[in-house]
């Protein structure tokens, strides 16, 4: 792995990029859920334009996700984030799984 380009020993480097995964995790799992309540709705309503469109909201936000994690990754030498039991979680690929 590269050396970090941000210190983690700073503590405030570390409480503004906590801060940071932190807000872009909570915003971008809501994200996620409404898609996908979304999707469901517009799956049982037999909408298929709207089952395109938010399957594409849904994936774009993943894909950020994984972009997110990686540009982390690259700058403080640790992942964004854990993922935790129950939670959304990211493969390698950055698919969500619940």
């Not at 380009?5 to 807000?23: C, K, V």
Request: cysteine-free; proline content about 2%.
């Amino acid at each position: 792995m590269n050396d970090p380009l941000i210190r983690l020993d700073d503590p405030t480097a570390t409480e503004a990029l906590t801060t940071l995964a932190a807000n872009f995790r909570r915003l971008s799992d809501g994200f996620i859920e409404h898609t996908d309540r979304q999707l469901d709705l517009a799956r049982a309503a037999g909408d298929e334009v709207a089952v395109v469109r938010e399957h594409i909201k849904s994936e774009v936000m993943r894909a950020a996700r994984k972009m997110f994690r990686g540009s982390y990754r690259a700058v403080a030498g640790e992942d964004a984030w854990e993922d935790v039991e129950g939670g959304a979680s990211e493969d390698a690929l950055g698919t969500v799984a619940r």
